[in-house]
């Protein structure tokens, strides 16, 4: 079932999860939540394009770079059951 992002309908003053917005899963053929399940207020499907991950790229966000600059270190399999630390 593909997944479709809700944010806070315009005008509604909205709470963190849904000014933000939130994934809903539903199918295509049923209709989505028309109020925030946090507090109640209106929202609004917010159209993406299928397959575009708006909100972070994966790709960049486990690259090298990134993952030092927040301090993270990653494991690398060097094979034989041994690890890097980078
Ligand atoms: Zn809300």
């Known amino acids: 079932m ?3 992002e809700y944010c ?3 005008g ?3 709470c963190p999860a849904c000014n933000v917005g939130f994934d809903v899963v539903h199918r295509m053929s ?3 939540p028309a109020l925030c399940p946090r507090c109640g207020g209106k929202v609004m499907r917010r159209f993406t394009p299928p397959g575009l991950v708006t909100r972070y ?3 960049s966000t486990l690259s090298d ?3 030092k600059r927040h301090g993270f270190k990653t ?3 060097e ?3 041994r690890f890097r630390v980078t």
């Open 2 to 4: 593909p997944t479709y």
């Open 57 to 59: 790229n994966e790709k």
């Open 75 to 77: 494991l690398r399999n």
């Open 12 to 14: 509604e003053k909205g």
């Open 65 to 67: 770079a990134n993952l």
């Open 79 to 81: 094979g034989g059951g």
């Open 8 to 10: 806070a309908a315009e």
């Open 30 to 32: 049923e209709p989505g």
